[in-house]
């Protein structure tokens, strides 16, 4: 081995620390600054980023990682995968790009999904049997020597071949036996020619990104990957090339590139922890460097140092080079705990932002280069943060424990379904194909202003409630008109269906710049799950109850449920999250008693991220959806029959959750459906769901007002796959980002629609 990696991490944030990137890109699509300023933002950006990696002193500085919008759509077109919809626009390379990103007036964009198991979105580029794979002149080099000459040596970091392919889909022109993987022969060439660049420009190292074998590969794509990573390896003209697999365990397409000539491999140690049993076997490592993934990626607590060092020596010997790493990118992370001032000061000397990290992996490979003495003030300083935390107060909760300890099967029970719709009709008297919403309404500027308002103390609490309760009853009385049949308060007082929990429940913290990319120019601020969850105080009865006294029909409390609280927050990494799902459970199912005490007749715990914490392997699946349901009729169960529990989840492709959905037993299931066209109705039927369903007929994504026609038509394809009895009528999802004209329209469309239906039932 003649070069080593030594400390490295294998991505940074790229947003800005004060979200400099969000704020440009936004003022230079509102087309107040040109793109010299953009630009000129970015170069900032980029250079801090690489400076403070260098002079943090780590070994290796990734590059590469910023990105106007995002990494796959990047890839895309580096190699020119550009569908011919967006370069017909003759618009500017930069414009193209972000016409792809968010589409034009004429030209929707690529399609956004989900990034592995995480919270970031990419899109998703469109590959056919015609696309032609080139070079562009948007091409990592550039960045590559831009750091060259701010005095930093990258590793320019890209998406691999086989992950850009396996995340791409077929364009509209291929065949229906094409597969993007089909075109790999031709990618291929395109990337040796980039690597050859990137050798002449002088690059020592490139950064290979392959999560997709954190997931199951068949047999082919496996051996797709060897076939790849062997032609990479085998060129002369090429940097040395580090494999990163991360997100969980490689399995094995560990032994497949270890069995390739490239010179490193980068290893998740964190989510694929088995990874340790498997590496010792793994034939082929002698000869090169393996990145010890050790420093957690996604979650914001500080490394156990020591621990990840005995880690570090269980490898020593196995590898020709064992460097120290993050398990992933630090993408997934915020910037900087020192920044953070909303945080307890105590919970804060837990954490451990992007910058901390990369502080941390510094220590990990000084200890491993000179030896535990050459950093045990450090070393120190860890054991001390984590025993803390091991130990303190506001971590543990007793009542909270001996709660769970006393949980038996009964409590995730409720009365046969049969009883409780008799109970339910009884209590509500709904009229057939009963029409409800999803909870949020329109939220407006005044409502936005008011929360703004309060935060900053210019108004005081009472104010503040005031002009929530006008809000809702301004819901409310819109409703009525209507003519809807299950009401709801519209959520006025809540920023986001998580936050709003985090903020009401101890064991939560929330931060003030703990911003991470979610897409494009979008972060989110994910609360902190540090202690044992409970719930001091009735978080929505006052609000529902409102609501409730406003109106003679039946208004219907909303909740978060325990599943989507986790997606969308850190959690914690002391307990199983089978666990800290049940500590949230027992809170929401104390707050669903309370809104049923307190008069409220039906309640809807959503759900939409249920699919998103699916495990990427199949094998970890029924482990995670059996607790998964559990903490959500956890949440549901405990009350009469009467009251009738709705969820709802935000896609109508359930594929492998279609089973727990039946299983959650919820009253009601509200799903998106209006895109899919009521196709999720017989995928529900397959399996045997028989309770109600609200398949969406109205769909809010888009500003479009769909006609009383259109509604007909979607009910009318509902009613061949459902019977009447069990089918409600509401839109695809909650009305909060839409205005309030087009929502008055579409509803009494939908309205009007329900009403022509109902005599010929
Ligand atoms: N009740 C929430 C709302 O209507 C649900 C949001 C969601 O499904 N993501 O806004
Ligand atoms: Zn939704």
Not at 402 to 423: F, M
Request: glycine share 8%.
């Amino acid at each position: 081995m003649t070069t080593t990696i030594g400390s490295t991490v294998l991505g940074y944030p790229r947003i800005g620390p004060d979200r400099e990137l969000k704020r440009a890109l936004e003022r230079y699509w509102a087309g107040r600054i040109g793109e010299p300023e953009l630009r000129e933002v970015a170069r900032g950006l980029r250079v801090d980023t690489w400076r403070s990696l260098h002079e943090a002193g780590l070994d290796s500085v990734p590059g590469n990682t910023f990105s106007y919008y995002d990494q796959v759509l990047d890839t895309a077109v580096v190699f020119g995968a550009v569908p011919e919809r967006f370069t017909a626009l003759g618009l500017s390379p930069l414009d193209t790009y972000f016409a792809m990103a968010r589409g034009v007036e004429s030209t929707p964009p690529l399609e956004m999904t989900k990034w592995f198991d995480t919270n970031y979105h990419y899109l998703v580029p469109e590959i056919g049997p015609d696309t032609r794979f080139s070079l562009s002149d948007q091409s990592p080099v550039d960045q590559y020597q831009e750091a060259l000459e701010a005095g930093v040596t990258t590793r320019p970091v890209l998406v691999g071949p086989l992950t850009f392919l396996l995340l791409s889909k077929s364009d509209d022109q291929a065949p229906e036996s094409f597969r993007p993987l089909d075109r790999l022969d031709d990618l291929l060439t395109a990337y040796a020619e980039l690597l050859g660049e990137l050798h002449r420009a002088g690059a020592e190292w490139v950064q290979l990104d392959e999560p997709a074998f954190a997931a199951d590969r068949s047999p082919a794509e496996l051996a797709a990957l060897r076939a790849a990573y062997r032609r990479l390896g085998e060129l002369t003209e090429r940097p040395k090339i580090l494999a990163a697999g991360y997100f969980g365990d490689l399995g094995e397409a560990l032994g497949e590139l270890a069995a390739t000539p490239v010179e490193a491999l980068a290893v998740d140690l964190v989510a694929g922890r088995s990874a340790l049993d498997r590496l010792p076997s793994v034939r082929g490592l002698a000869d090169k460097a393996l990145v010890a993934g050790l420093v957690d990626g996604r979650n914001v607590w500080r490394t156990d140092l020591d621990g990840a060092l005995s880690t570090a020596a269980t490898l020593l010997g196995l590898a020709g080079e064992v460097a120290v790493g993050t398990s992933c990118s630090l993408l997934h992370v915020p910037y900087d705990v020192e920044a953070e001032t909303a945080v307890d000061a105590r919970v804060a000397s837990w954490l451990a932002f992007a910058r901390q990290k990369v502080d941390e992996v510094v220590v990990l490979g000084r200890a491993l280069r000179d030896g535990r003495e050459a950093v045990a003030d450090e070393l120190t300083a860890a054991r001390r943060a984590v025993a803390d935390r091991a130990g303190a107060d506001s971590v543990r909760d007793n009542r909270v424990r001996a709660r769970l300890d006393s949980l038996r099967p009964e409590h995730a029970r409720r009365g046969d379904y049969a009883g409780r719709q008799a109970a339910q009709q009884r209590s509500l008297r709904l009229p057939p194909l009963p029409s409800t919403t999803i909870g949020s309404f329109p939220q407006t500027t005044d409502v936005r202003k008011a929360r703004a308002a309060l935060r900053a103390g210019r108004i005081d609490p009472a104010t503040y409630q005031q002009r929530m309760r006008d809000e809702i009853e301004r819901v409310i009385r819109v409703q009525e008109r209507l003519g809807l049949d299950v009401l709801v308060h519209g959520e006025p007082e809540r920023n986001d269906m998580v936050q709003y929990f985090s903020e009401h429940l101890d064991g939560f913290a929330s931060t003030e710049f703990g911003w991470v990319q979610s897409y494009g120019s979008r972060c989110v601020r994910p609360p902190i799950l540090y202690g044992d969850v409970s719930r001091p105080a009735p978080m929505t009865v006052e609000w529902a109850t409102y609501a409730q006294k406003l109106t003679e029909k039946p208004v219907k409390g909303m909740l978060t449920g325990p599943v989507t609280i986790l997606a969308w927050s850190f959690v914690r990494d002391d307990q199983p999250l089978a666990t800290t799902a049940d500590q949230v459970a027992l809170a929401i199912r104390d707050e669903v008693a309370d809104l049923e005490a307190a008069g409220i007749r039906v309640v809807q715990v959503d759900e939409p991220a249920l699919r998103e914490l699916l495990p990427l392997r199949e094998a970890d699946r029924p482990g995670y959806l059996d607790w998964a349901v559990t903490s959500f009729r956890l949440a549901t169960s405990g009350i009469a029959d009467s009251t009738q529990i709705h969820t709802h989840l935000c896609y109508s492709e359930f594929g492998d959750v279609i089973d727990a959905i039946v299983a959650l037993d919820a009253d009601v299931t509200s799903i998106e459906a209006a895109r899919s066209r009521m196709e999720v109705l017989d995928d529900l039927n397959a399996v045997g769901f028989a309770r109600g369903v609200g398949p969406g007929v109205y769909d809010i994504h888009s500003p479009r007002v769909p006609t009383a026609a259109e509604v007909t038509d979607l009910l009318t394809a509902a009613l061949a796959a459902v019977p009447a009895e069990r089918l409600w009528v509401n839109p695809d999802c909650g009305l909060k980002t839409r205005g309030y004209t087009e929502v008055e329209q579409a509803l009494e469309n939908v309205i009007t629609a329900t009403a022509g239906i109902r005599p010929s039932l």
